[in-house]
């Protein structure tokens, strides 16, 4: 099949080569060995463009060919500071500093290669720059850590983007303007965006519609793209594939292009800021409208453009003006097509539920990275794909753990996506011949808790399609035995895999290091792996993998559990460290412990003094002279897990107690429940974690990667 598939492929390149008829559509669902343009290269297409449709198809049969993935942000990640420190990389210095790889913008757009790229810059003639990314301080400059100071929500996002609405605080420090801009796909190659904005105090705001190419993954290739002005409304982006064209319906105050391949990005604000104009000329790969807008207080403007593909200029053109004269009735069939989105499958915590599975959606983003910025992975990986992340500011790039969590959650919202993106992961583009899943980019060698087969086996429940099934089931049996080699070196099976994301919970060190939460989801690896191997009909298997499950079980109640204070602790060779944390909550979630050991861990976990609070459980029991309940005083202040309540924990514990101990598995729900739903109605953000003893969402403030959970939690209890 795989086979015939490639050669399928290659037939179609041949002819659209040929033909000279190529362009940016891609299937839907993206096969995880796709072909891929070269580094450096605008990406060819390798199939036609479809007919122009009469009337707007409807929202579920549109590809995901555009959306919005466009980081919020890639200054700081380790791929824009080679050799130096990119926690500490200041906004002043990355927004000058042209990109090794990716891009970023607000409110971006771009296609499933991140071909182009559009988004806004914005300037009130008060700001010294203008704002083209969002503003936030460095890891350094933060109180608690590197933040986002820029103040924004992602409201309706549907599984094929055919409606995607982000509201938009402007400046950063006194908002004066609330911008609203909202994307609604006409059909599969044309888009509509309306900008609104509204003034709460009289001003000038200068609106930037700033459409780019995504320059080579390495400096010194050649990019294809370049931008034609064809009119004062009108810019062509020409690429090797066809036309990408832009077209707004407001008279433009002055326009510019540019180039981003001279080492610099800043062409158009040292344009306005200097001059109070751009510069009404220019050639290369880069280019803006200023849309100057006079308000009064009160008042509120709203701009309308077009987005066009298509394989020439003209018909990309005519595309764009028929979107703009449907414009009133694309935008109002597309957001009736949202609001009914999610909305009648949950009896109870309605808004919180649709807009936890949405901002999900809005987490989807082009990542890059090929390994070659640190010499010891160049040529492992090679991974450029649209994935979901963590979120799109403070994590745009994947984390594993996160994605499993993430997986589950997009069975809810789009379970084609969860399957590519655990497909991706365990692929060859990802997971290298070792075995080995690269956790995230920081720390390519590091580990995160081994949750693939939990994730694959939730993605399974969900629609029984025993095909993904099989065709993940290899590789993670080769993830498996690279975690028992790598994280079991005495062969013992109890096992050490450092923080295992857990950034701050005290750790034991020194010599014979056996760890109870890594241990714990070794075993919970095991016992998925072997009702996987027995679903798809593998009794040896079954019984091979239920095998070590039991010996991993026998020996962390040997030698990790202590009778004295009925818990389960990490120890080393000086023996165990009493330190009564998350880690020692793992063995339960696993099905370690016989049933007198549950209920003596349900007492602490139970306990409003140790783990228990009206938020959710805590990270660490509050009787520890080390239990800080939001952020932490000291080292990793900004990933504190001493304390405070993370959703994804806690909702493995739920999904646990739901069998040991229902009252209180349901009670726990409804605390995680009310906790993130009141951050939702009060501030319209998902947080990474939650003050222990206020409820405070703190950390990322988007980061429905595993904080999405909560709607997990709403449909097992209250789903239709």
């Given amino acids: 099949m795989r086979l015939r598939w490639f050669i399928q492929v290659a037939l179609a390149v041949l002819l659209v080569g040929l033909l000279v008829a190529c362009g940016l559509n891609k299937p839907t669902a993206q096969p995880t060995t796709a072909p891929q343009p070269a580094p450096g290269a605008t990406a060819p297409a390798t199939q036609s463009f479809e007919p122009w449709p009469e009337t707007p198809p409807p929202m579920a049969s549109l590809s995901k060919l555009w959306g919005p993935y466009l980081a919020e942000r890639e200054w700081g990640n380790p791929r824009e500071a080679v050799g130096g420190d990119g926690w500490g990389m200041t906004y002043e210095l990355a927004k000058n500093t042209r990109y090794q790889a990716g891009e970023d913008g607000i409110a971006g757009w771009t296609d499933l290669e991140e071909t182009v790229c559009f988004a806004f810059g914005f300037w009130d003639e008060q700001q010294r720059y203008v704002t083209e990314r969002l503003f936030g301080f460095s890891n350094a400059q933060g109180k608690y850590g590197e933040t986002v ?52 105090q009289a001003g000038v705001l200068h609106v930037l519609p700033t459409a780019w190419f995504r320059p080579p993954l390495r400096s010194g290739l050649r990019n294809d793209g370049s931008v034609q ?71 509120t403007r709203t701009l309308h453009l077009a987005l066009a593909n298509a394989p020439d200029a003209e018909q990309a053109r005519a595309h764009a003006d028929a979107a703009l004269a449907q414009f009133d009735s694309i935008i109002s069939t597309r957001r009736q097509e949202a609001d009914a989105l999610y909305r009648n499958q949950v009896s109870e915590h309605k808004e919180v539920y649709r807009y936890a599975l949405m901002n999900l959606l809005a987490n989807k983003m082009y990542y890059q990275y090929n390994g070659s910025y640190e010499k010891n992975w160049e040529g492992k990986v090679d991974l450029h794909d649209v994935l979901l992340v963590p979120d799109k500011w403070e994590f745009p790039w994947p984390a594993m753990w996160d994605a499993c969590f993430q997986a589950n959650v997009a069975t809810l919202a789009d379970i084609e996506q969860a399957k590519h993106d655990l497909l991706v992961y365990l692929s060859p583009r990802w997971q290298t011949i070792t075995g080995h899943v690269p956790n995230v980019e920081w720390g390519l060698t590091d580990e995160t808790p081994p949750l693939f087969a939990w994730a694959a086996w939730e993605v399974y429940k969900a629609d029984g399609d ?13 993830h498996y035995q690279y975690c028992r080699r790598a994280l079991d070196m005495d062969n013992d099976h109890l096992y050490k895999g450092g923080f295992m994301g857990m950034d701050n919970v005290p750790r034991p060190s020194g010599a014979d ?14 016992q998925r792996l072997s009702g996987i191997a027995q679903e798809l009909g593998g009794t040896a298997k079954a019984s091979q993998y239920q095998a070590e499950y039991a010996t991993t079980v026998e020996k962390i109640n040997a030698e ?21 944390s998350y880690s020692g909550l793992i063995p339960l979630i696993a099905g370690v412990p016989d049933a007198a050991r549950v209920q003596r861990i349900l007492a602490h976990l139970s306990n409003p003094d140790e783990f228990w609070s009206d938020q959710g459980v805590r990270s660490l029991s509050k009787d520890d002279k080390l239990y800080e309940p939001g952020y932490s005083t000291s080292g990793w202040k900004n990933s504190n897990w001493r304390g405070p309540v993370w959703i994804p924990i806690n909702y493995l514990l739920v999904q646990t107690l739901s069998k040991q101990d229902p009252a209180l598995a349901e009670k726990l729900r409804q605390n995680l429940v009310t906790t993130v739903e009141r951050e939702w109605q009060a501030r319209h953000h998902f947080y990474e974690y939650y003050q222990a003893e206020t409820g405070e969402g703190l950390g990322a403030d988007h980061q429905t990667g595993w904080t999405a959970l909560v709607a997990n939690l709403i449909r097992e209890r209250w789903g239709r």
């Fill in 466 to 478: 025993k095909a993904f099934l099989t065709e993940i089931f290899p590789r993670l049996e080769l």
């Fill in 513 to 526: 290091v056996e760890q109870a939460d890594t241990s714990g989801w070794m075993a919970l690896f095991a």
């Fill in 229 to 299: 002005h064809l009119a004062d409304d009108t810019f062509d982006l020409a690429y090797n594939g066809g036309h990408w064209l832009v077209k707004t319906a407001t008279a433009p105050t002055s326009w510019q292009i540019s180039t981003n391949a001279t080492g610099r990005k800043d062409d158009f604000d040292q344009a306005l800021v200097r001059d109070k104009k751009l510069a009404n000329a220019g050639d290369g790969n880069r280019a803006a409208w200023d849309l100057a807008l006079t308000l009064q207080a009160g008042e």
């Fill in 560 to 580: 990790l559990w202590n009778e004295q204070d009925g818990f389960y602790y990490d120890r080393d060779r000086d023996g165990q460290l009493r330190i009564k």
């Fill in 149 to 200: 100071l820029e103040q924004r929500v992602f409201w309706e996002n549907t599984p094929t983007h055919s409606y995607a609405r982000y509201e938009y605080f402007y400046p950063f420090d006194k908002p004066n303007f609330d911008v609203e801009i909202t994307y609604a796909k006409r059909d599969n190659q044309t888009a509509i965006v309306q900008v609104s904005v509204k003034a709460t």
